[in-house]
């Protein structure tokens, strides 16, 4: 049987799509079907090119009511694509919108749903997926029993897909209708962060928490970013406070990241924050209680007061740079 990975027309096919890729790939060559990617949204010649290199086939939906994304109406559309594709599984990646989509999809399709992969295998024909449970805690196994499995999926948990010598696959655009009204209306849309790189692409991120005691000393940690090529994440304390976007947000309600090296500055550690960093390969933290959770997790801590240890480490890594 046939998998499905759903791409958004206006994202890359960054590190995240390609590992949804990679594990649709492993599923289709399990199941003995073919690999089809979805690219819904506004026309994105690129994306549909780069998919075509990966995947067997390449469904495009781009109709005009598809130009900005509006939960309803992409819902439809996939719905339709998906009722007609028969798919063993549909593949999501973990951004918003796929979140969004992901559960409905599924009941629509009468089949069954799971978030946050981190592993999929098949055992007797049944679709399994790994993920982490209480807050990084556990890793939970289900089986999906109803078919189509939807399952969004951790960014860089899979390998990516390889990639064929040029664009082969055929790329196809259904006809989908999508004349429904949408039952809700986009009043506003305010844009955060336009142009910035994904978090959960990030290779070095700095992260500031409560302990910082407000939004300036934000501006020190970008200073260290700006110098190691690393980007600025937060606490949900630090996130809810107002110091920093919501966007910034690490945790189990927020980003889960996947860098080679995480500094968490002035953060408690606990369990819910810890869960968005499960997959660091290396945490540092700089904390002043000896006694904070971060320092069982992190493989180098300064148990110090942050206001002695950020201007440092800019004059040595401002050093290193000259
Ligand atoms: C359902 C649910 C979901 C949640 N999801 C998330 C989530 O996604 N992400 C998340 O982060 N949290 C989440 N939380 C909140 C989480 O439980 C913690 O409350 C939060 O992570 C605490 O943030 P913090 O460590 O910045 O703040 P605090 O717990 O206040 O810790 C501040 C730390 O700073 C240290 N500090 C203070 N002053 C200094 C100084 N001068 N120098 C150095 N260190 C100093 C303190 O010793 C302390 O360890 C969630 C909670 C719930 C219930």
Redesign the pocket.
Known sequence: MDILIISFSNSDYDRAAQGVAGAGRNLATVLGGRLRAVVIGPGNAAMNSRLAAVADEVIVADQAELAEYQPEIFLQALTSICRDAAPAAVLFGNDTYSQELAPRLAHRLSGSAAGDGIELAVDNGAIRVRRSVYGGKAVATIELKRSPAVLWLRARAFEPAPEKDSATAAITRPAVDLSMRAPTQIIERKSEGAGEARLEDARVIIS??????GPEPFADLQDVAGLIGAQLA??????DSGWCPPSW??????KKVAPGLYIA?????????M??ISDARVIAA????AD?P?FKHCRFGIV????NVIPLLKEKLAALQR
């Open positions: 500031g928490g409560r302990g910082l005691g937060a606490s949900r304390a630090a996130c947000q690490v945790g189990q309600t927020g500055v002035a953060i408690r550690g606990a369990s819910q924050h869960a968005g700089i904390n002043i209680d904070a971060i110090e007061d942050y206001k």
